[in-house]
């Protein structure tokens, strides 16, 4: 009887078996065996070889830089998430619900690469006839782009070693035949996952890897997934939406904090450089609870419109919901409101929205929430050409935020005539007095006095 090449770990745990179990014995967790190859035991010839060939720590003052050398993706919005451009010999994993628009995107930037570099589209999910027929209907060349339809990771590698750069259509969708488990299985993802990863370091090849994602919005397949690749990006958006955000969650080679955004037309996904029609409606400042912030992300800084809606709620207890906004963030802004300014939200049922589908995770939107929240608790619109930023704490304070600089200058460009910020950023603005309003404000009160003065 030959010998088992392969054992079922639990992730939990660690506890091991020949047999995959549905009930770990160690840890009594439920589902949690994936199976892995078996490492072969070390010989003791291999044990003398490795005490005399080990590898030697380098002082850190002998550690040569590393120049990486960055290509354009020929899509500006993509080269920006990425940290200014495609880094040779990284692997880049882009995840989101399907239909958002990923094999649209990777196609449109194979295309590109095929002009001058070797470029290999491997599909286990389409055909090859289908992906060229999406190529002529984006309209792009990549005449010489490579196409392969193959599953088996093995079979392929031959053709991925030749490429200069590699599109794996999906990572769930492919296998190893180390493995007995059925692709897109725990192991399976995780093994060809770190295979590509030393193909990847060793011969300096790009991959760009399609992801699923799970019904709650994350990468299916293991965690480690997203820790061996050095760029995790998230497509967002609804299939009934033209726009689309990208978002870096992961990127050793740039910043986390870049969004990119896309819209869907007939001739592929195109970057949009003007945001105003996006995070900006036509019709703010005509109806009560929108306010409008600076939000800063990565290298740039755009301006977000966060409306909200009150309605007296039906029921003993008041509804809160939050969209782009973390929901236990809204909860202690009302909480402030109530406490501070005296404001009674707590029959209301309240909705808030980030325009254009982006979320905003910094606190120097706080100051707008608030005032979106005041501005629908009393009925009266904010002016149209009036921005806030600003952190607000449990004591009603307004605390100064990083950026502020920045902010005003977009809030400049924009058109905007007003910009309520805290008053420890006031030092740093002033050279913006002679051209645009400052009121600075040391608590929500404040601000709420500046936004609707008494009769």
């Not at 830089?65 to 882009?94: A, H, P, Q, T």
């Given at each position: 009887?030959?010998k088992?090449t392969?054992?079922?770990?639990?992730?939990?745990?660690?506890?091991?078996?020949p047999?995959?179990?549905?009930?770990?014995?160690?840890?009594?967790?439920?589902?949690?065996?994936?199976?892995?190859?078996?490492?072969?035991?070390?010989?003791?010839?291999?044990?003398?070889?490795?005490?005399?060939n080990?590898?030697?720590?380098?002082?850190?003052?002998?550690v040569?830089?590393?120049?990486?050398?960055?290509?354009?993706?020929?899509?500006?919005?993509?080269?920006?998430?990425?940290?200014?451009?495609?880094?040779?010999?990284?692997?880049?994993?882009?995840?989101?619900?399907?239909?958002?628009?990923?094999?649209?995107?990777?196609?449109?930037?194979?295309?590109?690469?095929?002009?001058?570099?070797?470029?290999?589209?491997?599909?286990?999910?389409?055909?090859?006839?289908?992906?060229?027929?999406?190529?002529?209907?984006?309209?792009?060349?990549?005449?010489?782009?490579?196409?392969?339809?193959?599953?088996?990771?093995?079979?392929?590698?031959?053709?991925?070693?030749?490429?200069e750069?590699?599109?794996?259509?999906?990572?769930?969708?492919?296998?190893?035949?180390?493995?007995?488990?059925?692709?897109?299985?725990?192991g399976?993802?995780?093994?060809?996952?770190a295979?590509?990863m030393?193909?990847a370091?060793?011969?300096?090849?790009?991959?760009?890897?399609v992801?699923?994602?799970?019904?709650?919005?994350?990468?299916?397949?293991?965690?480690?997934?997203?820790?061996?690749?050095?760029?995790?990006?998230?497509?967002?958006?609804?299939?009934t939406?033209?726009?689309?955000?990208?978002?870096?969650?992961?990127?050793?080679?740039?910043?986390?904090?870049?969004?990119?955004?896309?819209?869907?037309?007939?001739?592929?996904?195109?970057?949009?450089?003007?945001?105003?029609?996006?995070?900006?409606?036509?019709?703010?400042?005509?109806?009560?609870?929108?306010a409008?912030?600076?939000?800063?992300?990565?290298?740039?800084?755009?301006?977000?419109?966060?409306?909200?809606?009150?309605?007296?709620?039906?029921?003993?207890?008041?509804?809160?919901?939050?969209?782009?906004?973390?929901?236990?963030?809204?909860?202690?802004?009302?909480?402030?409101?109530?406490?501070?300014?005296?404001?009674?939200?707590?029959?209301?049922?309240?909705?808030?929205?980030?325009?254009?589908?982006?979320?905003?995770?910094?606190?120097?939107?706080?100051?707008?929430?608030?005032?979106?929240?005041?501005?629908?608790?009393?009925?009266?619109?904010?002016?149209?050409?009036?921005?806030?930023?600003?952190?607000?704490?449990?004591?009603?304070?307004?605390?100064?935020?990083?950026?502020?600089?920045?902010?005003?200058?977009?809030?400049?460009?924009?058109?905007?005539?007003r910009?309520?910020?805290?008053?420890?950023?006031?030092?740093?603005?002033?050279?913006?007095?002679?051209?645009?309003?400052?009121?600075?404000?040391?608590?929500?009160?404040?601000?709420?006095?500046?936004?609707?003065?008494?009769?």
């Open positions: 009887m030959a088992a392969t054992q079922f770990v639990c992730s939990e745990c660690g506890y091991t078996s047999k995959w179990l549905g009930r770990c014995p160690e840890c009594g967790k439920f589902n949690t065996f994936a199976e892995e190859p078996l490492a072969p035991a070390p010989t003791k010839k291999t044990q003398s070889a490795f005490r005399l080990s590898t030697r720590p380098t002082p850190l003052k002998e040569q830089y590393e120049k990486f050398e960055r290509i354009s993706s020929g899509i500006r919005e993509l080269d920006i998430v990425l940290g200014g451009g495609i880094v040779k010999g990284s692997l880049v994993l882009v995840g989101g619900d399907p239909g958002v628009g990923k094999s649209t995107l990777l196609t449109q930037v194979a295309a590109h690469l095929a002009r001058e570099h070797k470029v290999l589209y491997l599909s286990a999910e389409e055909s090859c006839s289908q992906v060229k027929l999406r190529c002529e209907r984006l309209g792009v060349g990549g005449g010489d782009m490579l196409l392969l339809n193959e599953t088996c990771l093995d079979n392929a590698e031959e053709a991925i070693s030749e490429a750069y590699v599109i794996i259509d999906s990572i769930q969708a492919v296998y190893t035949e180390a493995l007995s488990s059925a692709a897109g299985s725990v399976q993802v995780r093994e060809c996952a295979r590509l030393r193909i370091k060793s011969r300096g090849i790009t991959f760009f890897l992801g699923h994602v799970t019904k709650e919005g994350t990468l299916a397949g293991p965690k480690v997934l997203e820790h061996i690749m050095d760029t995790v990006l998230y497509f967002e958006g609804e299939r939406e033209n726009f689309k955000i990208l978002r870096a969650v992961k990127n050793r080679f740039g910043s986390v904090q870049e969004v990119g955004v896309f819209e869907m037309s007939d001739k592929g996904v195109l970057g949009v450089s003007d945001y105003s029609s996006i995070f900006l409606s036509e019709t703010r400042g005509e109806a009560a609870g929108a409008v912030t600076p939000s800063e992300t990565g290298n740039r800084c755009m301006m977000v419109e966060i409306q909200t809606l009150m309605t007296k709620t039906s029921y003993g207890l008041p509804r809160r919901m939050s969209l782009g906004i973390d929901l236990n963030r809204l909860i202690v802004l009302v909480a402030v409101l109530e406490k501070r300014c005296g404001m009674p939200l707590a029959s209301q049922d309240i909705y808030l929205n980030a325009m254009g589908g982006i979320k905003l995770s910094e606190p120097s939107a706080d100051l707008a929430v608030t005032a979106a929240l005041a501005s629908a608790e009393r009925m009266i619109p904010i002016d149209r050409y009036t921005a806030l930023f600003g952190e607000v704490g449990l004591t009603g304070e307004v605390r100064s935020v990083s950026f502020a600089e920045k902010r005003v200058n977009e809030c400049l460009k924009m058109g905007f005539k910009v309520i910020l805290p008053a420890k950023n006031l030092k740093a603005c002033e050279k913006f007095k002679d051209k645009i309003e400052l009121i600075p404000v040391s608590y929500v009160s404040q601000m709420i006095k500046a936004l609707f003065p008494s009769k």
